[in-house]
């Protein structure tokens, strides 16, 4: 079976660039940036994305590219017995991360619906937690299915289904060859319609002044590597899927650097219409901006709508800010539908179209207990362990096993047949020592903080059952996954690396 490869190189480019932005770089950069100290928070934001962001993307790159395979393939070419890691990344994250994923694009699918009357009324907080999602108070009352979520829900995984179907010339790479300019288009009408508004300074001021003070907390640095690691899709499996189908004349460094410039770019231009927003919010109540600013979901269906209420033209602002959150959620959750879609073709020489068929009802059926009453309190534990551990494991891994326990010069010269900027010693340097050090900082910080008080103030019996039963059976399928035997040959056919003694 011949591997679908892209048609060209800015079509991978764009795929890449829709798979790293995601909902976080339109609210959690932004608020991560104002409770950091604003523009000082860009030193450790753009230290982390130069010392571990972009070797690590080169990394995954040139893993995907020379070992030609999606994450399973790839590290099973590299050694035998490493599959499993391959399979727990794209698994975890397939029947993990991108079942509540959904359900996050579904409410904004809801919320852009609700724009054109601001049906959200005068008090958005009570609409969103009371009427909205009815939120349970323990994960435990797990309550009804919310229709209005649940319908939203089966809307966006069709979206979702028609893309990865249709393979990767004729549905990822021309659905982000649509979806990408379009975004960039929509943010910077939000961003110039933002910053005219009254007290858009306010907000903006907030947002950019300096506060050297904050740089000397290391939590400010761990969150500054951490937000590059997510943001990037670092550890998903997907920048290896990828890859793999790039030609083999194709400059893998240049479009690290793109991806990661433009994905890093795009968080701070949203940021100036998010915070110009809150700015105009807070002069409208004559209120301090500290107390209009909320983070991550509070921020984008909270905070947002009551602003759009306030606002001439709030109605239409809203609908192009709810569907710029859809548009980017899209082309995040097609590229992990891939990756585990990758592997599967891979491994099992499955036929493409009933599998991607499949995998989108198992993802469905999954996906639906977070659209019940205890949804968000689901959700806020899965994503917690799966993020924090699950992800920054894979990490960690990954590094010493291109790293440590394989020739990783074989990767470096490969980079550097094919790339026009070449890695140097400091990249393998950052890849052996450095990126594996912080990621190992940042999972000890979260393992203190797990073992102090249980996370988000729930019962250890919630946390364990959903948290870290999570990952023991995603960890369980992938090593069953890694036990079949390969139904194809392409375990047998080397990479590319060869060419390069």
Not at 91 to 118: E, K, Q
Not at 318 to 338: D, W
Request: charged share 10%; glycine share 8%; with cysteine.
């Amino acid at each position: 079976m011949k591997r679908e490869q892209w048609k060209s190189e800015l079509g991978f480019l764009m795929a890449a660039v829709g798979s790293a932005i995601g909902l976080g770089n339109i609210w959690r950069f932004s608020y991560m940036a104002y409770s950091y100290g604003g523009g000082a928070f860009l030193i450790p934001y753009l230290t982390a994305l130069l010392t571990a962001g972009i070797p690590l993307l080169i990394l995954e790159f040139a893993i995907g590219h020379e070992r030609i395979g999606s994450a399973p393939l790839a590290y099973a070419k590299i050694k035998k017995n490493w599959e499993w890691l391959g399979w727990w990344a794209v698994t975890f994250v397939m029947f993990g991360i991108v079942l509540y994923y959904v359900v996050i694009i579904a409410w904004c699918l809801n919320y852009l619906l609700l724009s054109f009357n601001l049906g959200w009324g005068n008090d958005p907080n009570n609409f969103f937690f009371k009427k909205f999602l009815l939120l349970s108070s323990t994960p435990s009352q797990i309550g009804e299915i919310r229709t209005p979520i649940f319908f939203s829900l089966i809307l966006i995984w069709v979206i979702n289904w028609t893309i990865v179907y249709r393979g990767v010339r004729k549905g990822i790479e021309l659905a982000n060859k649509i979806f990408m300019p379009m975004l960039f288009v929509l943010t910077a009408i939000l961003v110039f319609w933002s910053v005219n508004l009254d007290g858009a300074s306010i907000g903006i001021k907030a947002y950019l002044t300096p506060d050297f003070s904050k740089l000397s907390n290391p939590k400010v640095w761990i969150d500054a590597y951490s937000q590059i690691f997510f943001t990037l899709s670092l550890g998903f499996g997907i920048m290896i899927a990828y890859a793999s189908y790039l030609p083999e004349r194709s400059d893998i460094s240049k479009n690290a650097i793109l991806t990661a410039f433009i994905n890093s770019g795009y968080s701070l231009f949203a940021g100036f219409a998010v915070f110009s927003v809150l700015g105009f919010m807070a002069q409208a109540q004559s209120k301090p901006i500290s107390e209009v600013v909320s983070q991550s979901i509070g921020l984008a269906f909270v905070a947002y709508p009551k602003a759009l209420s306030l606002m001439p033209g709030g109605n239409l602002f809203g609908a192009i800010f709810f569907f710029c959150l859809v548009v980017a959620g899209i082309s995040s959750s097609v590229s992990i539908i891939e990756a585990f879609t990758s592997a599967m073709v891979d491994k099992f020489a499955l036929k493409r179209k009933p599998l991607v068929t499949t995998i989108i009802i198992l993802g469905f059926l999954g996906s639906i207990i977070f659209t019940t009453q205890a949804g968000l309190l689901w959700l806020d534990i899965v994503d917690h362990f799966l993020t924090n551990y699950g992800l920054v494991v894979v990490g960690i891994a990954e590094c010493i096993l291109a790293g440590w326990l394989f020739n990783i010069f074989i990767l470096q010269r490969h980079i550097n047949r094919v790339s026009s900027l070449k890695m140097g010693r400091l990249w393998v340097v950052l890849i052996k020592y450095f990126v594996p050090l912080m990621l190992l900082i940042m999972l000890t910080g979260a393992l203190k903080a797990e073992f102090s008080k249980p996370y988000g103030g729930y019962s250890w019996a919630a946390i364990s059952l959903i948290g870290i039963n999570w990952i023991i059976l995603t960890v369980l399928v992938a090593v069953v996954f890694a036990l079949r035997p390969w139904r194809t040959e392409n375990l047998k056919k080397g990479g590319r690396g060869h060419k390069d003694k």
